[in-house]
């Protein structure tokens, strides 16, 4: 199976700031990377796919790089809609595996 | 507008079943690939399962190989998943989601809780 690790696992920040996550596989993986925003209580929702493909309606101010195997998800400009916690997802082969998530905090 | 909505979760004893549902709306389910992912309480994502469009190709995570059973009716835009053996590890907000290489949709979810 093919292990997503991601760091850091939960960081603190401040409304405006810009952050990164990144997330590293335990084997080339291509670009099948997908990253996910899930709030407390709700089902996860897709930022990016195919490591820095935004999907239709989510914010500019997102954005994730990377190949082979190590991605970043980078959001730019904070906002308080964004504090959640962030998995990253590789569908490169079976299993599909997550990563542990990072959670982002308000400083 | 697409919906998926998940039914079947409760609590179930050690060694029990459960049949879990995906009733989905807005597009139309015969042309994906179907996901269940799950959640255990406080922890991260799982991928569980999945099958192709006619039902005829199906992949599983290695801890539920041989108990858990995904199966979908186009007919109903149904997707599937019993749930065999239960275990307590299993307890999770079980998720259908749509898609093979990414997840692009979700439903809200079911609990299942095994426990005594």
């Known amino acids: 199976d093919i292990q997503m690790t991601q760091s850091p696992s939960s960081v603190s920040a401040s409304v405006g700031d810009r952050i990164t996550i990144t997330c590293r596989a335990s084997?080339?993986?291509?670009?099948?990377l997908a990253w996910y925003q899930q709030k407390p209580g709700k089902a996860p929702n897709l930022l990016i796919y195919?490591?820095?493909s935004l999907q239709r309606g989510v914010p500019s101010r997102f954005s994730g790089s990377g190949s082979g195997t190590d991605f970043t998800l980078t959001i730019s400009g904070l906002q308080p809609e964004d504090f959640a916690t962030y998995f990253c997802?590789?569908?490169?082969?079976?299993?599909?595996?997550f990563g542990g998530g990072t959670k982002v905090e308000l400083k | 507008e697409v919906r998926l909505v998940e039914s079947g979760g409760g609590l179930v004893q050690p060694g029990g079943s459960r049949r879990l549902s995906c009733v989905v709306s807005g597009f139309n389910s015969g042309s994906y690939w179907m996901d269940w992912v799950r959640q255990a309480p406080g922890k991260g994502l799982e991928w569980v399962a999945n099958?192709?469009?006619?039902?005829?190709?199906?992949y599983y995570m290695d801890a539920v190989k041989g108990r858990f059973t995904i199966s979908r009716d186009n007919g109903r835009n149904s997707i599937y998943l019993q749930l065999d053996s239960l275990r307590v590890d299993d307890t999770a907000v079980y998720y259908c989601?749509?898609?093979?290489?990414?997840?692009?949709?979700w439903g809200q979810g079911t609990l299942v809780a095994v426990s005594s």
């Open positions: 997802q590789q569908g490169d082969s079976f299993p599909r595996t």
């Open positions: 099958i192709n469009q006619d039902g005829s190709e199906t």
């Open positions: 989601a749509r898609g093979l290489i990414r997840f692009d949709d």
């Open positions: 195919s490591a820095s």
């Open positions: 084997q080339d993986i291509k670009t099948w």
